[in-house]
């Protein structure tokens, strides 16, 4: 049957963030079973696991730093070895193959558990050294233990080594083997004979790593990265054959889980970021898959091929290997959305079952193997291939690869034949200079002034150092033949950016160019040189950010006392939106705070998204846009504002739409500076287009329901149509009436609801009348309206009308309530109906007034700095549209009482003081509120008859009543 993936969770402690927007916590454990908690509803869901561990609270942080429990509840590293590391490291001894992978969106914690940081070392550092010290406690005559290393990343569909510093252009090549499965072709692997050795070479890939991400601009949360461990033991059994156990160990740090989430609608035209995106889709695909055929299901094709990442996972998740997973989740309510699906995928993935053997062979058999496939595949060029191999004749193609496996198989011998003190002692002389550079480097850092990377994720923060040695550091892109003395890439970075001076051993940093970028502590650097000090933070063009570290400022600061802690990208961000007036440090509330927090992350991938364009002569600029909540019980959200330079033409786009565009303008920046001739796109793939045709929504109006409570019809014949600034776009003509099931309006005078819980339990038919939208503006055309009814299971649509400036829609449509219940009554009396707007720009003309990114911020600044007031001023608006509403409302309502107390003032005055039939004042109130009515009525008629009872013993009933 074989055995199932072991699957455990483990939830972090708040962090500074979720502190700030005083989350609560949404998670909550007892034994294996985890349980989340819906902050909306307080709906409960509960799953188990293999393993749940508590890290979010009961514990101290120790002098030296580790972070040790204060009670059972807390899991501290330590625990999570023993329960996950030390499985993983037993079975290695056994000769099992081992995976072990982290899922969980982007700071969940899952870096923290498989790598740690400082004294609180992560299972991968511990599995490595508890390997070795294995190796030393075994002391086994005759046991040869060699341990190999290798690291890759997979980003954008793209594998690189990160021990190399020469990956091919466009990555490395994932071929299949018939026995071994998919690998990466030419991955360097080499040999370490300690724990240093293996920290030596993860600080060398975490370098390269970091390197590329900063010249590619990337994002790391969108890489995955697979750090892999072979261990052979050979030794001579009993029957003096020499055999030999492989034991390969995978341990994956899996990109950040909320980058899957499908794009939806926004997709159709362009895949956004597909390549991006495409290996933690692909991932979820297998294991649904994985899960449907173990369930019986057949036919099932696992689509193993569809992405690098699933390719090199196979055995992990299908076939020779002990697989753990650890599941790595936010405790806050804020990230409710994204800690549900972890559970769920970690609820799935526990289903799967993998099918672990020893593998152990003699170690003359191996070589034969690799003699003989060497002979088959010699056979094979040489067209002497066997009668069983398929036909489809000796293409160039196929020919590569059986030299390829050749040349493989050739080396493997090579190497097998190699003792394992040979393949060390050579391994050494290729590392000693890149050792000894990275140990001159750790020196250094401590008495020269350098300036350090700034990287959202911690592993690469801080990585990369320039140091400030010269009395003049020209910094640049190095581009149009003029020097820089410190080189980097990027889109607005200009041939002199900035450059940096020493005066008597003070620093100062001005400008290189008089349009060049430069901001120091989150403020624009102006014509004038600024001074630097220990720990300022400095943004050079629109992405690359630092900061500066002066050894000897630190420390005559830690001789008074004054132990500062590196800046934080979070921090810098947060200062530079600050700083540009893009967001307030006033006091504000959770929704604002969460709202300030997008901002800030959006901030610089915008300025760098505008000036790609700018260098691509794409003629879009990027704004961020704060869209306030269109009504008192929704929500404000951040959105990036497009225009198209040339003709005035505007769209939104979602943050996770933008976010994923902005990859694909990076590939092509990338490309057209590598000199690729076909750097640029066809429209249909081109992340700067967008069509005229593209619908987007103009604005939405409000109808108030409350007349519809009282039978009558709303009378909203003209309503604003109010765009995401809250400015009227326009005018939409529409009305609600209660009607007949064919449509016919009923006639609202014919009878007077006094209160509206008279029509519960009634069959009622709603006419809904949208007749046209007037006034929008000229660029408008092809214009829909949608909306939802009361139960807001299906979203209706009118046609699309196209015209300009008025359009007439002419829609109706019968609404109809089988059974009116205090909820639809409730939703009549304290709610409205949201309609939209939608149309696209197809009536736009070129030469517009042009754009330009300054516009776009001022008026992002605008929007944060009165943020509150936009959210009252949203609800203040749509308050006093309610209160003219129902001004009217009580005044239509007493003009019928009026009619109807007239009626039968006639009807007394008529009668001249005589009893008056029951029937006549039903009439006269046309049926009016019967069963009050008639109650009374029965309550006159009854007194009548008790006192003529009394005057004449008379039993007659009476049908008349006295109006007095």
């Known amino acids: 049957m074989g055995d199932s993936v072991k699957v455990a969770v483990r939830v972090r402690p708040f962090n500074g963030r979720e502190k700030q927007l005083k989350s609560k916590a949404i998670i909550s454990m007892d034994g294996n079973a985890t349980t989340i908690t819906n902050p909306d509803d307080g709906k409960e869901k509960t799953f188990q696991y293999d393993k749940s561990y508590w890290s979010h609270d009961s514990f101290d942080e120790r002098a030296d730093g580790y972070l040790q429990p204060t009670s059972p509840k807390y899991a501290d590293q330590q625990i999570v070895f023993d329960d996950l590391g030390r499985g993983v490291l037993d079975n290695a001894w056994e000769g099992f193959n081992c995976s072990l992978f982290a899922y969980g969106q982007t700071g969940s914690g899952k870096s923290y558990s498989m790598v740690g940081y400082g004294v609180n070392k992560g299972i991968v550092p511990i599995t490595c050294d508890e390997l070795f010290k294995g190796i030393d406690a075994k002391n086994e005559p005759g046991l040869e233990c060699d341990v190999s290393f290798s690291m890759l990343e997979i980003y954008n569909e793209q594998v690189q080594d990160l021990l190399t510093a020469d990956s091919p252009k466009g990555g490395m090549k994932v071929r299949h083997h018939p026995k071994k499965g998919f690998y990466v072709d030419n991955l360097r692997t080499v040999p370490v004979d300690s724990f240093a050795d293996i920290e030596a070479r993860m600080e060398e890939g975490t370098k390269r790593r970091t390197i590329a991400a900063t010249n590619m601009n990337a994002t790391s949360s969108r890489a995955h990265t697979i750090v892999s461990i072979t261990f052979k033991q050979k030794k001579t059994n009993e029957q003096n054959v020499s055999m030999t156990k492989v034991s390969n160990l995978n341990l994956v740090d899996l990109a950040g889980s909320e980058r899957a989430a499908s794009t939806g609608a926004e997709g159709n035209r362009l895949k956004e970021g597909a390549a991006i995106n495409q290996s933690l889709s692909t991932l979820g695909n297998v294991i649904s898959a994985l899960v449907e055929k173990q369930n019986g299901k057949k036919k099932i094709v696992i689509p193993f091929r569809n992405s690098k990442l699933t390719m090199l996972l196979k055995n992990a998740l299908g076939g020779n290997s002990k697989t753990v997973m650890i599941a790595a989740l936010s405790p806050a309510s804020v990230n409710y959305e994204e800690t549900l699906s972890t559970l769920r995928f970690a609820d799935r993935v526990k289903s799967i079952k993998t099918q672990a053997i020893v593998n152990e062979t003699p170690t003359e058999k191996l070589i034969r193997e690799l003699r003989e496939e060497n002979q088959r595949l010699l056979d094979l060029l040489g067209g002497k291939a066997p009668s069983n191999v398929a036909d489809g004749g000796n293409s160039s193609e196929q020919s590569m690869d059986l030299k390829r496996q050749l040349e493989q198989n050739s080396q493997e011998m090579e190497e097998m034949k190699k003792s394992w003190e040979q393949k060390l002692k050579e391994e050494r002389m290729k590392h000693a200079d890149t050792d000894a550079m990275a140990s001159r480097e750790k020196e250094k850092r401590k008495t020269t002034p350098h300036l350090l990377n700034m990287n959202q994720d911690p592993a690469l923060h801080g990585v990369i150092s320039y140091f400030l040695e010269k009395e003049e550091v020209v910094v640049g892109s190095g581009r149009g033949g003029k020097n820089a003395d410190i080189v980097l890439r990027g889109a607005g970075m200009l041939p002199r950016q900035a450059i940096i001076t020493c005066v008597n051993n003070k620093y100062f940093i001005k400008k290189g160019s008089a349009n060049a970028k430069v901001m120091l502590n989150g403020s624009k650097l102006g014509d004038e040189e600024e001074s630097l000090h220990h720990h300022s933070r400095v943004l050079l063009g629109p992405s690359h950010l630092y900061f500066v570290v002066i050894p000897s400022e630190a420390e005559s600061r830690a001789a008074e006392g004054l132990v500062d802690k590196d800046p934080t990208y979070e921090d810098a961000q947060a200062e530079i939106a600050l700083r540009s007036g893009v967001t307030t440090d006033l006091s504000q509330s959770p929704e604002q705070l969460l709202l300030k927090k997008e901002i800030e992350e959006l901030t610089i991938k915008v300025s760098e998204a505008n000036a790609i364009s700018t260098e691509l002569e794409k003629n879009k600029v990027f704004g961020i846009e704060l869209v306030p909540r269109q009504n008192i019980h929704g929500k404000a959200s951040v959105m990036v504002i497009v225009e198209d330079s040339t003709n005035g033409a505007l769209w939104l786009w979602s943050a996770n739409r933008f976010v994923n565009r902005k990859f694909v303008m990076l590939e092509m920046f990338n490309a057209k500076l590598d000199g690729d001739e076909d750097w640029n796109r066809d429209e249909d793939s081109d992340p700067f287009y967008e069509p005229l045709s593209s619908e987007l929504m103009i604005g939405q109006s409000t109808l108030f329901l409350q007349p519809i409570a009282y039978d009558m019809d709303t009378d909203d014949d003209n309503v604003h149509i109010l765009n995401y600034q809250g400015d009227i776009e326009g005018n939409l003509t529409l009305s609600l009436s209660p009607c007949s099931s064919t449509g016919a309006r009923l006639d609202e005078n014919a009878d007077l609801i006094e209160d509206p819980v008279e029509l519960l339990g009634q069959e009622k038919y709603y006419l809904l009348e949208i007749k046209s939208a007037n006034n929008l503006k000229t660029k408008f055309n092809n214009v829909s309206v949608s909306y939802?009814?009361?139960?807001?299971?299906?979203?209706?649509?009118?046609?699309?009308?196209?015209?300009?400036?008025?359009?007439?829609?002419?829609?109706?449509?019968?609404?109809?309530?089988?059974?009116?219940?205090?909820?639809?009554?409730?939703?009549?009396?304290?709610?409205?109906?949201?309609?939209?707007?939608?149309?696209?720009?197809?009536?736009?003309?070129?030469?517009?007034?042009?754009?330009?990114?300054?516009?776009?911020?001022?008026?992002?600044?605008?929007?944060?700095?009165?943020?509150?007031?936009?959210?009252?001023?949203?609800?203040?608006?749509?308050?006093?549209?309610?209160?003219?509403?129902?001004?009217?409302?009580?005044?239509?309502?007493?003009?019928?009482?009026?009619?109807?107390?007239?009626a039968v003032k006639k009807l007394v005055q008529d009668c001249n003081g005589q009893m008056l039939k029951v029937s006549d004042v039903q009439a006269a109130l046309a049926a009016g509120n019967k069963k009050r009515f008639k109650a009374a009525v029965r309550a006159v008629i009854a007194a009548n008859r008790a006192k003529k009872f009394n005057d004449s013993d008379s039993t007659n009933e009476s049908s008349f009543c006295l109006i007095q």
């Open 788 to 902: 939802e009814w009361f139960d807001k299971t299906e979203e209706f649509r009118t046609p699309q009308t196209s015209g300009r400036i008025d359009f007439r829609i002419s829609y109706e449509k019968i609404l109809h309530v089988e059974c009116v219940s205090e909820g639809f009554l409730d939703w009549l009396s304290m709610e409205s109906m949201p309609l939209k707007v939608f149309g696209d720009q197809t009536n736009i003309s070129d030469g517009n007034t042009k754009t330009s990114s300054n516009t776009a911020m001022s008026r992002l600044k605008t929007n944060f700095m009165t943020l509150s007031t936009n959210f009252s001023q949203v609800a203040n608006d749509e308050e006093l549209q309610k209160l003219r509403r129902e001004i009217a409302f009580h005044k239509k309502r007493a003009e019928r009482s009026s009619r109807k107390i007239a």
